[in-house]
Nanobody
Framework: VQLVESGGGLVQAGGSLRLSCAAS????????MGWFRQAPGKEREFVASITWNGDSTVSADSVKGRFAIYRDNAKNTLYLRMNSLKPEDTAVYFC?????????????????WGQGTQVTVSS
């Protein structure tokens, strides 16, 4: 399974972005998926996760109410809608996929990773 993120960029605080993650290769529509991020000098952290069929999601407290994860299995694409962006959201955002039931906050559950896309929020 190959994952390719897109949609990152530079945005002012309070703005919005939508990240996309295109999946290809072996069947990806039955994989749980998630978004993680890593800021300079910090460890990678969980952002959001979604079940294989999109019927359940979970988000980190830091983004709850501002970010939304969703997927379109017909297009093999995962999305992260980010609203009310803050400078502390600045990071490289990674898409991940794994074969497990439900959702997960733990990066060790995800076997497949994209290369990441940079999101920079200016104050």
């Amino acid at each position: 399974v190959q994952l390719v993120e897109s949609g990152g960029g530079l945005v002012q605080a309070g703005g919005s972005l939508r990240l996309s993650c295109a999946a290809s290769g072996r069947t990806s529509s039955d994989l749980a998926m998630g978004w993680f991020r890593q800021a300079p000098g910090k460890e990678r952290e969980f952002v959001a996760s979604i079940t294989w069929n999109g019927d359940s999601t979970v988000s980190a407290d830091s983004v709850k109410g501002r970010f939304a994860i969703y997927r379109d299995n017909a297009k093999n694409t995962l999305y992260l809608r980010m609203n009310s962006l803050k400078p502390e959201d600045t990071a490289v955002y990674f898409c991940a996929a794994g074969r497990f039931s439900g959702v997960s906050r733990f990066d060790s559950n995800y076997a497949y990773w994209g290369q990441g896309t940079q999101v920079t929020v200016s104050s």
